[in-house]
């Protein structure tokens, strides 16, 4: 691999904030901290809340087939114990939505979060039974989508980052204790 690939890759990550490049020291790796995350996990509610709402207005079948097989990928995943098939089964269940949402500032801003929100959604699943809880979260996304009811998407949509939130706050407060 060049430098200049090295380099690139390195730029990138700082881009994402998952990397802090130290002038004459060289790269770290970046922290998020609590403070941090909570606004992150703010803004991901307004975004992705609005988005389920615009989505349940204009889904198409194909769109909750999509859903429905991304969220049967996370099922076999968390019976598994399958942590990137978990991130990788959720990444799909919410590009179908954003790419059908017809809101492309919404998607582009939740693209530009997804390396931190990929962080984090990594430390909040982490604790036990989280899989579960999140599966009949985005299951009720899901429902809400199929029956064309943007009030309930959105509800549901926001229910779900404040109760992946709360499961985030558990894994920090666990270890600052430690």
Known sequence: MSRTSV???LRR???EKLVTLVPNKGPSVATITWQEAEQIYDVRALLEGEAAALFAARVSDADVV???SALDSFDRA????????RLESTRQFYQIMLAGCGNIVIREMLEGLFARINFLRARS??????????AAEMGRMLTAVAQRDPVAARQAAVEHVRATCAAGRK?????KAA
């Open 7 to 9: 380099r690139e890759a």
């Open 13 to 15: 990550l700082e881009a």
């Open 66 to 68: 999509g859903m429905k």
């Open 78 to 85: 968390a019976a598994q114990d399958d942590a990137a098939g």
């Open 125 to 134: 699943m982490s604790r036990p039974g989280r899989a579960q809880q999140s």
């Open 171 to 175: 894994v920090f407060e666990s270890q």
